[in-house]
């Protein structure tokens, strides 16, 4: 049997339970990406029908093309997948409907479907759920402000976990109820990076920022009443924030909010790595 199917690999079974708060369920170690892969020539390309896949960007960029699933055909995105696990790359879709991830999913023997996150992940052996790290090294916090925020905070940690990134997932913690968010701020701090979801006014960005020193990626979302305008006021609210330490992406933003964050992790693995080595050849 393939571990494709949605009871082994799928968040609805095995993860949607465990997103709790500040109560990880899944602690295991990780390296942090540093090879980049099979592809040697970072201006690699692949043309297919109606699509031309980016083979190089994993030796370019550090991390591969992510397929943006939306409006494309279950055979395109079958055809993209194919192109990347050839060359060793493992394959994010985000923004995938349920029925085009099963149809997809039946072509290969080895997927990560998030019907929550609207995500689905390919490669060419078993595929770990995102790494839930209880430790202190480098890791990202992804916090959302309410329950309705977590669709797009669970693309970021499927994001995370596609890039081999470490995430702590903090849950419900918006400024309605303060006394939520004092008590995460001490595991908080033990973040490289964190990627703060909110809707409605967008205010919790703001407020985890002043008491935090690691960059905030603020990611506004669509949740709210008319006001919200679709998640503009929230954009808004974020764009003018009076921290210094917020940078905003796009409204709904899962996927790019985490892949900042996962960058700057990345690069601060990669400069402690560096340290540690040049420490121990004096």
Same mark, same amino acid.
């Given at each position: ?6 009871? +082994?690999? $799928?968040s609805?079974? $095995? ?16 390296t ?14 692949k ?11 994993? /030796?370019?960029?550090? &991390?591969?093309?992510?397929? %943006? ?14 192109a990347?696990?050839?060359q ?19 072509? &290969? ?20 759920p ?11 916090a992804?916090?959302? /402000? ?6 797009? =905070? ?10 081999g990134?470490?995430?702590?997932? %903090? ?19 033990? /973040? ?16 985890? !920022? ?7 990626i ?6 709210? %009443? ?7 006021? =929230?954009l808004l ?5 009076? !921290? !210094? ?9 899962g &996927? +790019?909010? =985490? %892949?900042? /964050? ?21």
């Amino acid at each position: 049997m393939n571990d494709n199917s949605r009871g +082994k690999n $799928s968040s609805s079974d $095995s993860r949607s339970d465990s997103r709790n708060d500040d109560r990880p369920a899944l602690p295991r170690e990780s390296t942090l990406p540093s090879d980049p892969g099979q592809t040697s020539d970072p201006e690699q390309t692949k043309r297919i029908d109606n699509a031309v896949v980016d083979l190089g960007r994993q /030796a370019r960029c550090g &991390f591969g093309e992510a397929i %943006y699933g939306e409006g494309k055909s279950a055979d395109l995105i079958i055809q993209i997948v194919r192109a990347q696990l050839d060359q060793g790359q493992q394959s994010l879709v985000t923004r995938i409907t349920d029925e085009v991830a099963e149809e997809v999913s039946r072509h &290969f023997d080895h997927c990560r479907a998030n019907p929550l996150a609207k995500t689905l992940r390919i490669a060419t052996q078993e595929i770990d759920p995102p790494i839930d790290d209880q430790s202190h090294r480098v890791h990202v916090a992804v916090v959302t /402000a309410g329950s309705t925020d977590q669709g797009i =905070a669970e693309e970021a940690i499927e994001t995370l976990g596609w890039m081999g990134i470490p995430v702590r997932s %903090y849950s419900d913690i918006g400024v309605a109820g303060p006394q939520r968010l004092v008590a995460a701020v001490p595991r908080l701090r033990e /973040a490289s990076a964190l990627v703060v979801v909110a809707g409605m006014e967008g205010a919790l960005p703001s407020v985890v !920022a002043g008491h935090i020193s690691a960059p905030i990626i603020a990611v506004p979302t669509s949740v709210g %009443y008319g006001a919200n305008l679709g998640g503009v006021t =929230a954009l808004l609210g974020m764009l003018t924030s009076c !921290a !210094a330490g917020v940078a905003v992406v796009n409204i709904d933003a899962g &996927f +790019k909010g =985490a %892949y900042m /964050a996962g960058l700057v992790v990345r690069q601060q693995s990669q400069d402690r790595d560096t340290q540690q080595q040049q420490s121990q050849q004096q």
